[in-house]
């Protein structure tokens, strides 16, 4: 079916603490939401994961809202059947900018599945009613803040933590946490902090604490780094910001330089490609599991559907929603439930609604394009 009217609302919504990284420090998420409407007057909503600036990847709110504005939504707008596919194929001659397509794929995935009535999960394939899930905990001032950190989301329920580690911060924080929780599943993510002669240290303390995975120390194109980090280590080498695409990730395959994936729906332009990228990658015997990017519950409930599906085997870095937001921008909101889960929505499409008042709140710009 043809598509009506998309519009595009730039956010920003107040994080409950701030988050940091490698990268540097977030207070509050400014991003992109696309909601796409067919003739028969069914939404569909999709989120853009990229920042202002362009830290995590070379994509930021204002190119991608240029790519959308400009390219992306005309396109889609003329497509005589709109569904995630005929959009996806038609948007390969635009090289990158995957988190402005992955917006709209999304969106339009969350559209047919509510045409169909639908649940998003089940029209993915996904068969699994609950999803394991973890957190992810930034940088903390002190090494002594972190381990109550740490406290807390085991208190919460959360039964596998991921550290954020850069140069500096990194063997003393990990030692720290071990000694105080033996028995955790303790993952860490450098996001590319690393030189490659950074690799005896790391497999030092990784393998001292019982690390059970290291994710994306060393930069994007480093893959044969990372190749030589994972020959004979006792811990799993994954992959974040390196894998993009289907070529990037046969590359790491056959150097052996990816022994877990990360897939972020953002990073690589969607549910579809998500979705085959694991499967991929399970061919190959590497596990994989959903990463998030701070997602609102628009992005959240796209990525708690895909994590539903066969490949996904690890625990998502998806978290209830109260660990983010004080006010989210769907109902109802996701919850931590038994044994580090959260339950995968039922209802069609997405299986959350965004709270218009809510929106309006927090919209900074809204612009609506129709069909000619
Ligand atoms: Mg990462």
């Not at 047919?112 to 973890?134: H, I």
């Not at 590497?286 to 990525?303: F, I, K, Q, T």
């Amino acid at each position: 079916m043809r598509l009506k009217a998309v519009r595009l609302d730039e956010v920003e919504l107040p994080l409950i603490e701030p988050f940091e990284t490698s990268f540097g420090i977030e207070n509050r998420r400014r991003f992109l939401l696309v909601r796409v409407e067919s003739w028969d007057g069914v939404e569909g909503w999709g989120e853009c994961a990229a920042a202002v600036d362009p830290l995590y990847s070379s994509e930021s709110v204002a190119t991608a809202r240029w790519i959308l504005a400009e390219r992306l939504i005309p396109l889609a707008l003329r497509l005589p059947a709109a569904s995630p596919e005929s959009f996806g194929r038609a948007a390969e001659r635009f090289r990158g900018n995957r988190m402005a397509k992955a917006a709209l794929e999304t969106a339009l995935h969350d559209n047919r599945a509510r045409r169909e009535g639908r649940s998003l999960s089940r029209r993915l394939g996904g068969r699994r009613p609950r999803v394991r899930v973890g957190v992810s905990v930034g940088i903390q001032p002190t090494v002594a803040k972190l381990v109550r950190r740490v406290g807390r989301y085991l208190d919460a329920g959360y039964e596998r933590v991921k550290l954020k580690v850069r140069p500096g911060w990194d063997s003393l924080p990990v030692a720290a946490v071990r000694r105080e929780y033996p028995d955790l599943d303790l993952w860490v993510d450098a996001n590319q902090a690393y030189p490659p002669s950074a690799a005896g240290l790391i497999r030092a303390w990784a393998e001292k604490f019982s690390v059970a995975q290291v994710e994306q120390p060393f930069p994007e194109r480093s893959v044969l780094a990372h190749a030589a980090l994972a020959e004979g280590a006792n811990f799993r080498v994954c992959l974040d910001e390196s894998v993009v695409d289907a070529a990037s990730l046969e590359d790491a395959l056959l150097s052996r330089a990816v022994t877990s994936l990360n897939v972020k729906v953002a990073r690589v332009g969607g549910l579809g490609p998500g979705l085959s990228l694991a499967g991929e990658a399970a061919r190959a015997d590497v596990p994989s599991w959903v990463g998030g990017m701070l997602e609102s519950g628009v992005g959240r409930a796209h990525n708690v559907a895909l994590a539903s599906t066969r490949p996904f085997v690890l625990s998502a870095d998806l978290s209830a929603s109260d660990r983010y937001y004080r006010e989210d921008l769907t109902d109802p909101p996701f919850v931590l439930g038994r044994g580090s889960t959260l339950e995968v929505p039922r209802g069609p499409g997405t299986g959350v609604e965004v709270v218009e008042r809510v929106l309006r709140k927090y919209r900074r710009s809204s612009r609506t394009f129709r069909a000619g």
